[in-house]
T-cell receptor
């Protein structure tokens, strides 16, 4: 079953806004991964985090590995239309790579 | 170019037929995975392999089979026992199963008619 709780489930963005999503678990992780998936394509790795407290940026994206090792968040600054898609958090647990249910980002009309 | 390749991109099969989806990687990764994704849904793990000649069932293995005879290859067979095989199938690989980031192929959309 789902061991990574990702929120929000969906969000609407307006160009220029900053957006944030997070992932929590009752289990401890030693790696947190964030992916983006466009329709009909495979997920693309955005950021990988390997150390508790680590804060890593990739362009307008910033992700942090929570101190408790049970959570992580992803921020997108100054969003643009091509940021729409589904964002997944993931991490290895019990020798399996598990995924959150995803956050669907849509442009606000 | 290093990467992970799935083929074909689209696949159509008649109900009751077995079908094999290809996944090849040249990243020298030890671990490989197969996921299933249904419309508007997340990724569900079918099978995974930590090393050559070894593989384990994931959360939804029933009706599927895999082999890992070579490090580079991890084919998935969707058998006639799979009740609802129409889905988007994703293959991924990582250097190690407990730390390495996983990289995905482009996916295979299987439609059973």
């Amino acid at each position: 079953g789902q061991q990574l709780n990702q929120s929000p489930q969906s969000m609407f963005i307006q160009e220029g806004e900053d957006v944030s999503m997070n992932c929590t678990s009752s289990s401890i992780f030693n790696t947190w991964l964030w992916y983006k998936q466009d329709p009909g394509e495979g997920p693309v790795l955005l950021i990988a985090l390997y150390k508790a407290g680590e804060l890593t940026s990739n362009g307008r994206l910033t992700a942090q590995f929570g101190i408790t090792r049970k959570d992580s968040f992803l921020n997108i600054s100054a969003s643009i239309p091509s940021d729409v898609g589904i964002y997944f958090c993931a991490g290895p647990l019990d020798y399996k790579l598990s995924f959150g249910a995803g956050t669907t980002v849509t442009v606000r009309a | 170019d290093g990467g992970i390749t799935q083929s074909p991109k689209y696949l159509f099969r008649k109900e009751g037929q077995n079908v094999t989806l290809s996944c090849e990687q040249n990243l020298n990764h030890d671990a490989m995975y197969w996921y299933r994704q249904d419309p508007g849904q997340g990724l569900r793990l079918i099978y995974y392999s930590q090393i050559v000649n070894d593989f384990q069932k994931g959360d939804i293995a029933e009706g599927y089979s895999v082999s890992r005879e070579k490090k580079e290859s991890f084919p998935l067979t969707v058998t006639s026992a799979q009740k609802n095989p129409t889905a988007f199938y994703l293959c991924a690989s990582s250097s190690t199963i407990d730390r390495g980031a996983a990289f995905f192929g482009q996916g295979t959309r299987l439609t059973v008619v």
